[in-house]
């Protein structure tokens, strides 16, 4: 029977150099990547609204299409259940979707000069303009 000798020494756990080199490694992918998840969130958030005007607007569409051509005075009628039970919107609990920064969409009519409803959202500052992160998002953007 071979008995361990007593001069080896069995290895428990990691050296503090060691830890220190994951710490470092770590900390080097995270300054990599976290600033991508959060430019892509923010990306996801936006493509988000985009799609929520996007369904309005359809939904819009249909109501106008119904009703010979004329659009609502407001976004309620699209989750107001008419005499079937019928709504132009799915909607949760029967309430309008808020954007993603839990605003209420903005509706603006057909107006004169504008003939085409519009919907939009002040984005994450919730104010009109802004740029970037807060740039409003809007049915008659371009892109």
């Not at 969130?41 to 005007?53: G, S, Y």
């Not at 949760?92 to 209420?104: F, S, T, V």
Request: glycine fraction near 8%; charge should be negative; avoid cysteine.
């Amino acid at each position: 029977m071979h008995m361990p000798s007593p001069t080896r020494h069995s290895r428990r756990g990691f050296t503090l150099a060691e830890m220190m080199v994951v710490i470092v490694i770590i900390g080097l992918l995270g300054t990599l990547v976290v600033p991508n998840v959060i430019k892509r969130f923010a990306q996801a958030t936006r493509t988000t609204a985009k799609a929520d005007i996007s369904a309005m607007m359809s939904a819009l569409d249909e109501y106008a299409i119904n009703n010979g051509g004329k659009y609502p005075d407001s976004l309620e009628v699209l989750v107001t259940p008419d005499e079937n039970g019928h709504t132009y919107l799915k909607a949760k609990a029967g309430q309008l979707p808020r954007d993603p920064w839990k605003n209420e969409y903005i509706y603006e009519p057909p107006q004169t000069g504008q003939p085409m409803p519009r919907i939009l959202s002040y984005a994450k500052d919730g104010q009109p303009g802004g740029e970037g992160e807060n740039r409003d998002i809007a049915s008659d953007d371009e892109n």
